[in-house]
């Protein structure tokens, strides 16, 4: 009944994903949907790069087809995704919100690896419960542009330096690159595609394709074509690691001058209303493995909250490399309930073969149940209260009304788990002044269910 339509919610034109939409919920909304405690707080949209090619529309469309308790989108270096997924959520009544990722660097740590495996100093971060514009002319909005502007450079000078090594394939970034976007927003694993697209159209033909990438990968043509036929996210990843990864033809290591200083970015985050957000990729780097004194000196630089991939520690295939990462995994966990930072987790879906979401039951992640549950329902919270009562997590409205971190916890947690907002809830907190929404939002909260 829906297969056209869902395949219309990834089209780059927003009038059709939007038409879509709007005719998906009319279909199905005598439908009795599956509920579930499974949450997704980092699905990557289009707008930087979703394996599925899903834009918001349509990972809003498949959490309500799941029934994830949660879930919220994550982009690199924009937000362009958040007007049409907190529009979505609305439309089907699932608890959303919308964060962004970028890379910057830590000098407290400029000689450890945290998160960025091989590259010192290195580190991602995170901005979540994003939920209103800024004036063009306003500092977040200028500081936004720069971060996104920053991101181009760095393509195109991966580009002018792949491009300087293979020319028989080389890219134009506007004419090869850019159309594979909504909004120009291109990432990395654009990039591939492009080199991989471009590979295929070249040549007079494609065993010609073959036999040159078979050159260029270090690998046989009959193995490069058996990947590329049959297996393309493993070409797609060889190609990477060949290409932009350390020891690839356009790798360059970074310094202290190719990111932000991770301190400027989580600044932005918190001017920006939404809550700043450390990274962790599993536990095992020369920074992490620090644990709690790891997570006090990222919270002294700004970030008040944890993201954490979950499936990096515990869907692994050797078993005692999986005893050690779940391990750590446990520690970190342990080490944020500590300092009463929210944990939001999720799959990315940036990359094939990542699942739809964590299945928090499962005996590795069944410990953390509750601080992954109550994380999602913190920024759930907190882009409610963001988005109607102008009071952000990370505000100083919030500092000064609670007499602690974990009484705020529990607050936004309260809210966030009141039943997801649907288009007349949001139509009547509208109509209210900021300070009324609160009062809305604090008898609703204290109730456990929506007071209006």
Not at 14 to 23: D, P, S, T
Not at 46 to 52: D, G, I, V
Not at 134 to 152: C, D, I, M, V, W
């Amino acid at each position: 009944m829906t297969d056209n339509l869902e395949t219309q919610l990834s089209s780059f034109s927003a009038a059709e994903r939007g038409l879509a939409l709007r005719q998906i919920a009319e279909r199905t909304n005598a439908m009795k949907f599956p509920s579930s405690e499974n949450v997704n707080m980092h699905f990557h949209s289009f707008y930087s790069f979703n394996a599925e090619g899903w834009s918001p529309s349509r990972i809003a469309w498949e959490v309500k087809k799941s029934g994830l308790h949660a879930s919220g989108i994550v982009d690199f270096d924009v937000i362009d995704g958040m007007d049409e997924y907190l529009a979505a959520a609305e439309l089907l009544g699932i608890r959303a919100s919308v964060g962004v990722e970028s890379r910057t660097f830590f000098a407290k740590f400029a000689d450890a690896e945290m998160d960025s495996p091989g590259e010192p100093g290195v580190n991602y971060v995170m901005g979540v419960g994003f939920t209103g514009h800024f004036s063009a002319s306003s500092p977040q909005a200028l500081k936004l542009a720069q971060y996104r502007e920053n991101a181009r450079q760095r393509n195109l000078a991966l580009i002018s330096r792949i491009n300087a090594k293979v020319p028989e394939i080389a890219l134009d970034y506007e004419k090869d690159v850019i159309p594979l976007t909504p909004s120009g927003n291109a990432t990395e694993r654009h990039i591939i595609t492009a080199y991989a697209e471009k590979s295929m159209k070249a040549f007079s033909g494609k065993s010609k394709a073959f036999s040159y990438l078979s050159s260029v990968l270090g690998k046989g043509a009959a193995e490069i074509e058996e990947l590329f036929t049959k297996s393309r996210p493993a070409f797609d990843e060889l190609l990477r690691a060949k290409f932009a990864k350390k020891g690839g033809i356009g790798y360059v290591q970074p310094s202290q001058d190719t990111f932000p200083p991770m301190r400027e970015f989580l600044a932005w985050v918190k001017s920006a209303g939404a809550i700043p957000t450390e990274a962790w990729l599993d536990g095992t780097t020369k920074g992490e493995s620090l644990g709690i004194k790891y997570l006090e000196a990222s919270r002294a630089e700004g970030s008040e909250a944890l993201n954490i991939i979950p499936d990096r520690n515990w869907n692994i295939k050797d078993p005692e490399v999986k005893k050690i990462k779940v391990a750590k995994l446990a520690e970190v966990v342990a080490a944020a309930d500590k300092l009463d930072m929210p944990i939001f987790i999720g799959t990315e879906m940036n990359k094939a073969g990542q699942p739809f979401a964590d299945q928090i039951n499962c005996e590795a992640l069944a410990p953390h149940k509750k601080s992954f549950i109550k994380g999602a329902a913190i920024a759930v919270g907190q882009s409610l209260l963001a988005k109607f009562a102008k009071f952000s997590y990370s505000g100083e409205k919030a500092a000064a009304h609670f007499k602690s971190v974990s009484e705020k916890n529990i607050f936004f947690e309260s809210v966030g788990e009141l039943p997801p907002l649907d288009s007349g809830l949001s139509a009547r907190l509208s109509a209210l002044s900021p300070d009324a929404a609160f009062a809305k939002f604090a008898d609703s909260a204290k109730a456990g269910r929506w007071m209006l």
